[in-house]
């Protein structure tokens, strides 16, 4: 999952300023054309009413290229703020990857070290919040990422084992057991399915205060295969439909909403389905659909 290099030359709202602006001079060109012809009819007919025909088409003249002036006036404007609009998005655009890529290694190499002491040390629940604030700190940054280059992210699609992707997951999670029935292999980027189980897992056990989360897939279709991801926790108390909903607060103790609407709009960015669900049994439950077949 990347960002592209190099943006489009124009936007819809360049190419809507340019229309509204070659629209807008047109009608004006019109009317004072139109104007100017009825004069030029009304004084080959009536010649005693030569001299108010000329003040009227200067009246014509001076009114519509003043309007004119101020349309033209008015779009190149428009553009030009439209245009600056851009080249800020993209400074921000290129600090915000300067600065994930520094702070990204540095929570890297802070997270190897957690490691180093944990296997030195052994286990401590000040060392268990720190892992847990180093995981949480670096999903946050994945999804501000996305969030910046959402419109020219790249995607590289690939055949994908749930299960590897699972295992190397399951570590930045040590409270959490994770099981997985089967295997299934997906058509999909890895680094953003990664992300979207990454989402799913943060938010079971952060929000949803799981213990146990299950991982069942099957064949959904010739093609597609179906993954649903069911935790033991709390559950969500709420209208479900508005889940996914970039910066939505169900209550005062939620998120912002950023992680759900990550994985949403990555599964939609590779053919896929979400479905949130809150079971009678219990807990919370994500049902994900993916090109894809079962081993």
Do not use: C
Request: charged residues 20%; aromatic residues 8%; positive net charge.
């Amino acid at each position: 999952m990347s960002a592209k290099r190099g943006e489009p030359k124009l936007s819809w709202k360049m190419v809507g300023a340019a229309v509204w602006l070659v629209f807008t001079l047109s009608l004006a060109g019109w009317w004072l054309y139109l104007g100017l012809s009825l004069l030029g009819q009304l004084d080959a007919h009536q010649a005693s009413l030569h001299e108010e025909v000329l003040r009227q088409r200067k009246m014509l003249i001076w009114e519509g290229s003043a309007w004119m002036l101020l349309l033209t006036g008015g779009g190149v404007f428009l553009i030009y703020l439209i245009g600056n609009e851009r080249r800020s998005a993209r400074t921000l655009r290129k600090f915000l990857a300067t600065f994930s890529h520094d702070l990204k290694t540095a929570l890297t190499s802070l997270q190897l070290q957690t490691e180093i002491i944990r296997e030195q040390a052994g286990n401590s629940p000040a060392l268990a919040r720190l892992e847990a604030d180093v995981v949480r700190l670096q999903l946050q940054l994945e999804n501000s990422l996305f969030l910046a280059s959402e419109k020219n992210l790249a995607l590289l699609m690939e055949t994908v084992s749930l299960k590897s992707t699972l295992e190397s997951l399951k570590e930045r999670w040590p409270n959490l057991a994770i099981e997985l029935d089967g295997d299934a292999l997906l058509r999909a980027d890895r680094r953003a399915l990664e992300s979207i189980l990454s989402n799913i897992l943060q938010n079971s056990q952060v929000h949803g205060k799981a213990k146990h989360v299950r991982f069942s897939a099957w064949r959904e279709g010739a093609h597609r295969v179906k993954l649903r991801v069911a935790d033991d926790g709390r559950g969500f108390q709420g209208s479900v439909a508005r889940l996914g909903t970039l910066f939505e607060r169900h209550n005062p103790s939620s998120g912002s909403g950023v992680g759900l609407y990550t994985i949403d709009q990555l599964a939609q960015r590779m053919g896929g389905e979400v479905q949130f669900d809150t079971p009678v049994t219990g807990g919370f439950a994500v049902d994900l659909t993916f090109e894809g077949s079962l081993p």
